[in-house]
């Protein structure tokens, strides 16, 4: 069983529309939650991080965590071109060791 | 206030020979990892270590690759003899500590990109 996964992509909205991205992890243990985004040829960045249940906002960006579900989400809102980008859910586990996702590709179409 | 640093960015050898990258993490973070990217593949672990220690080499191949992280300097991943399918993307991060809580939020390198002819 894979540890962290995401959906397949890659994705396409229209600009202006919102981006739905997901993760899944298997560690019940996990306590931190992290979206980095990666744009081609360059490194992660990290832009969103998320701890309690619930959502967190910063901007258009928007992370939610469900740990029952063990189900992680990032919304971009009013999505732009320049979101097109690989987008890396992370997860720490309880064997102290942060596990990335294979990414999901999203592409903004203008 | 400085990022993670990484140097060579670009690096080419022939097959055979041994390649050194180097990772400065940011100031105040004592927890270094590595990782490899292929092209249109996802990040995979190679290790992660503290000062003088290994914590984690899971994601290691057995054989010609070794990273240190000295007490003092930057973190090392060297690879011994290098072969083609070695051609990569090598990221480095740096966090200021470890494991869960809200101190391990990772930040990159710009990352080397190694070239084996």
């Known amino acids: 069983q894979k540890e962290v996964e995401q959906n397949s992509g890659p994705l396409s909205v229209p600009e202006g529309a919102i981006a739905s991205l997901n993760c899944t992890y298997s560690?019940?243990?996990?306590?931190?939650f992290f979206w980095y985004r990666q744009y081609s040829g360059k490194s992660p960045e990290l832009i969103m991080f998320i701890y309690s249940n619930g959502d967190k906002e910063d901007g258009r960006f928007t992370a939610q965590l469900n740990k029952a579900s063990q189900y992680v989400s990032l919304l971009i809102r009013d999505s732009q071109p320049s979101d097109s980008a690989t987008y890396l859910c992370?997860?720490?586990?309880?064997?102290?060791?942060?596990?990335f996702g294979p990414g999901t590709s999203l592409s903004v179409i203008p | 206030n400085a990022g993670v640093m990484q140097n060579p960015r670009h690096l080419v050898r022939r097959r055979g020979q041994e390649a050194r990258l180097r990772c400065s993490p940011m100031k105040g973070h004592s927890h270094v990892y590595w990782y490899r990217q292929l092209p249109e593949e996802g990040l995979k672990f190679m290790v992660y270590l503290q000062k003088e220690n290994i914590i984690d080499e899971s994601g290691m191949p057995k054989e010609r690759f070794s990273a240190e992280f000295p007490k003092e300097g930057p973190s090392i991943l060297r690879i011994q003899q290098v072969v083609r399918g070695d051609s990569a993307a090598y990221f480095c991060a740096s966090s200021r500590a470890g494991g869960g809580g809200s101190y391990n939020e990772q930040f990159f390198g710009p990352g080397t990109r190694l070239t084996v002819l």
């Open positions: 560690d019940r243990g996990s306590q931190s």
């Open positions: 992370a997860v720490d586990t309880s064997y102290d060791k942060v596990i």
